[in-house]
């Protein structure tokens, strides 16, 4: 197989609005509810803890599947290389999914953690372990998201170094993570951000 069209399987498969689609299956668009985020905090928040965390496992697993399989299937001298572009495109299909026109994606934070999670586990679990301290402590997924976002790459950095190609990577991905959830730091910042539970809580995967 071609490596650009694990690439276009790897996009395709980041594009599946699983929030979108278990909205759907409670006869709701989550666009236009909530956040009208299509990401698992949203589901969970709408549709109860059931729904998003099936959610949050799809979303996972879209991110999670395309870097272990499809390098196994390309034609390359370099499938580790390609296993980081196939993540990218998975998250990007998250964030963009051609299925719904490009529109109305999630924050990418549950397919960049099963991304991660397929090429570099031991630093991925580290972030995860910070997300979840983070939540424990201020009841904000944002503040647990952007906490992740900035573990992971350091943990890849202490273990594979600054100047490997994943490292580096992971680097750019945190900060189009955090771009992302610019709102919601403008909220921390001035105190408005809701706290998990509450009824506008932002959705952020």
Not at 26 to 45: E, I, P, V, W
Not at 73 to 78: H, L, Y
Not at 170 to 181: K, N, S
Not at 182 to 189: E, F, H, M, P
Request: hydrophobic share 50%.
């Amino acid at each position: 197989m071609h490596p650009l069209l694990g690439v276009l399987i790897a996009y395709l498969a980041g594009s599946i609005p699983f929030a979108y689609l278990a909205g759907k299956a409670r006869h709701l668009d989550l666009r236009q509810h909530g956040s009208g985020n299509l990401g698992a905090t949203n589901a969970m928040r709408v549709l109860g803890t059931r729904w998003g965390l099936l959610v949050y496992a799809g979303d996972t697993l879209k991110g999670m599947i395309p870097v272990i399989v499809l390098p196994q299937f390309i034609n390359s001298a370099r499938p580790d290389l390609w296993a980081i572009a196939f993540g990218v495109a998975a998250i990007v299909g998250h964030v963009r999914p051609i299925f719904l026109m490009g529109q109305g994606g999630g924050k990418g934070v549950a397919t960049t953690g099963g991304v991660f999670f397929g090429l570099a586990w031991l630093p991925t679990l580290i972030a995860f372990v910070s997300f979840l301290a983070a939540l424990a402590l201020t009841r904000r997924v944002s503040v647990g998201s952007l906490t992740a976002a900035v573990v992971l790459p350091v943990s890849l950095m202490i273990e594979r170094g600054a100047r490997n190609p994943l490292t580096l990577i992971c680097f750019a991905i945190a900060l189009f993570v955090v771009y992302l959830h610019r709102s919601n730091i403008a909220r921390i910042r001035n105190g408005t951000e809701p706290r998990l539970g509450e009824k506008k809580e932002e959705a952020t995967v």
